[in-house]
């Protein structure tokens, strides 16, 4: 089957252009496609590039090998098939009031975006992809990562589909049939379930980025990948637009659902529809954000390994002591991917600030140090050569630094370091030409301790049900809900769905969350009193409240002890008796 036919990415025009691509003739004056990739073709010799311009010249004949799964034609056909405006379904609509005409315009508005759209993504699966996977078939541009350059596409444009012909087209073709109106009441199984039915955008939104990256590399480096992407692109189809932007396209999608609905919401006048369609934007804001944190989450676990890769060594106890250095040697090694003490492990460390600054201290002069501030620790460094970094202080946790700034000719701060016990175990002077520089530093050192005691406070207000291993209930209940870390400040961002905090889900399985001193468990012991039923508190486990009763306390207490009647013995000496 070939993509050639009704949306064919070969037009006549661009067709003309292309059936030749191995001419050496090339006009300089013609304009247009052909002026992007013509250029590729024309006097090259290689043999990789000769095969390349066969196999094009053979998809500008006869279409492109078809990828994946078989098409459906009405669905297929449906996409191509879509009425310029709602007033050629929709009978006597002049007759219809402003508000909902307005209303019916936003309605529209998300089912002709919403083709669109999903001819964008047919774009990038049946033009780009369907071609580079064809190409590989015949070894050519094997050195190309599908995965790294499309992520996963292909299931954005199923899911996309998905929603088209359950929810949108449903709704269009009931229209249709009674020439009513478009009813805002069919898209709400679909956003309810958005979880569901957007799901692939989470791996795809997290990937994104990295896609376009390696695009674009590929282009400098690849002259033969060079080629084939100017070769798509200037198909009719794409309309000027690259590869590049396209794959921006789904992360642009998702965050304008919600717009489209609050539009449609704002011209509705249905008690019924504005429930619905406010339950609609919830659910999707909240799916929305859970995309975000998942694209914080990554950038944080990518900035904190870009750290680890350049702390080459941990060098802060010296002795002349052969045995001692031996000891020293042993545990010279700092892990930053280990959980923050005191924390649970779900929160993640994350790198707040990085400055150069100049260090003075009672041990020498002031020397050029690399200031690394991550969400519970701050790192004094020595910078190496290759840019890598020597650790030459202790750690310092951030809720134990004293900062202040010194009024001095020379912007200064003061740091004093608290041992457990609250005395002074450490002190030294920061200082930087940039008043600014420093000023922000001493801002991140306070973020940072903010972050670092929420991350801790979350833990102590947790608690664990454990139940004994011979009880009927397996596993362990965690009570009271994991709060996701805070990231409000990072040193850089890829880009953002929304800039909405949200939480992580709650995880508590044992493997997550290993027993600590600190947490409490109460173990259902094997007889007597039973807790209560778990499963009817929900997710968000309390503490069961102090009964009214003087002298009551939960768990009751066993019944008090009450003294018996003494047994009697006989008391008789034996040898009273005759």
């Known amino acids: 089957q070939s993509c050639k036919g009704r949306s064919s990415f070969f037009s006549s025009s661009t067709e003309d252009n292309v059936n030749n691509l ?45 990828c994946g799964i078989l098409k459906d034609d009405d669905i297929e056909e449906s996409l191509y ?30 089912v002709h975006t919403e083709v669109a759209y999903i001819h964008t993504l047919k774009l990038v699966t049946d033009l780009f992809l369907c071609c580079l996977s064809d190409l590989q078939k015949n070894s050519l541009l094997l050195d190309v990562d599908k995965t790294r350059l499309f992520s996963n596409i292909e299931e954005i444009s199923a899911c996309n589909i998905s929603l088209w012909t359950k929810y949108l087209l ?43 990256k390696y695009c674009r590399e590929k282009t400098h480096s690849n002259e033969l990948f060079t080629a084939y992407l100017a070769w798509c692109e200037a198909q009719k189809d794409c309309n000027r637009l690259r590869l ?56 944080d676990m990518e900035s904190l390994r870009s750290v680890i890769a350049r702390i080459e060594a941990y060098d802060v106890v010296e002795t002349k002591d052969d045995d001692l250095e031996k000891i020293i040697r042993q545990h010279n090694d700092l892990d930053l991917s280990k959980p923050m003490p005191g924390c649970n492990p779900l929160h993640k ?18 020397i050029e140090v690399h200031c690394i501030i991550l969400t519970d620790i701050l790192l004094l460094c020595k910078t190496t050569r290759g840019s890598q970094l020597k650790i030459i202080r202790p750690p310092y946790q951030v809720h134990r630094l004293i900062v202040q700034e010194l009024n001095r000719d020379t912007p200064t701060l003061a740091v004093v370091y608290l041992s457990d016990y609250s005395t002074p175990v450490a002190a030294f002077l920061l200082t930087c030409a940039d008043p600014k520089t420093l000023k922000n530093f001493a801002v991140s050192l306070r973020r940072a301790e903010g972050l670092y005691k929420t991350a801790k406070h979350a833990r102590e207000e947790g608690w664990k049900v454990e139940p004994d291993s011979n009880s009927h209930f397996s596993g362990s209940v965690e009570l009271g809900e994991t709060c ?11 880009p953002s769905v929304e800039a909405t905090e949200v ?39 309390l503490v069961p409240p102090t009964s009214r009763q003087p002298g009551a306390s939960y768990p009751p207490p066993s019944p008090p002890l009450r003294r018996a009647p003494a047994i009697r013995h006989n008391t008789v000496d034996p040898s009273d008796h005759v």
């Open 22 to 66: 191995d001419s050496p003739a090339v006009e300089t004056k013609s304009k247009g496609p052909k002026q992007r990739w013509s250029g590729f073709f024309s006097n090259s010799k290689d043999s990789k590039m000769e095969s390349l311009v066969e196999k094009l010249n053979i998809y500008s004949k006869n279409g492109i090998p078809q």
């Open 81 to 110: 098939k879509l009425e310029d405006d709602w007033r050629e379904i929709v009978s006597n609509a002049e007759d219809a009031s402003e508000t909902i005409r307005q209303q019916q315009t936003a309605l529209w508005e998300l």
């Open 170 to 212: 449903p709704m269009l073709a009931t229209a249709r049939e009674t020439s009513s109106y478009l009813d805002p009441a069919f898209l709400l199984n679909a956003f309810m379930k958005c979880e569901d039915v957007f799901s692939p955008y989470i791996i795809y939104c997290s990937e994104q980025s990295e896609c376009q």
């Open 244 to 299: 590049v932007e396209m794959l921006v396209k789904p992360m642009q999608r998702l965050t304008k659902y919600s717009l489209l609905l609050k539009a449609i919401l704002k011209h509705s006048t249905s008690d019924q529809h504005k429930s619905s369609i406010d339950l609609m934007i919830d659910r999707m804001d909240t799916f929305v954000n859970s995309v975000n944190t998942t694209l914080r989450h990554k950038e």
């Open 349 to 366: 460390r994350q790198l707040i600030a990085e400055a150069d600054l100049k260090l003075k201290d009672h041990n020498n002069s002031k």
């Open 484 to 494: 996701s870390p805070v990231s409000n400040i990072s040193v850089s961002r890829v």
């Open 503 to 541: 939480r992580h889900s709650s995880h508590s399985s044992d493997e997550a969350l290993p027993h600590s001193g600190d947490t409490l468990r109460v173990v259902v012991p094997q007889h007597g009193q039973s807790l209560p039923d778990l499963k009817e508190a929900g997710r968000r486990w």
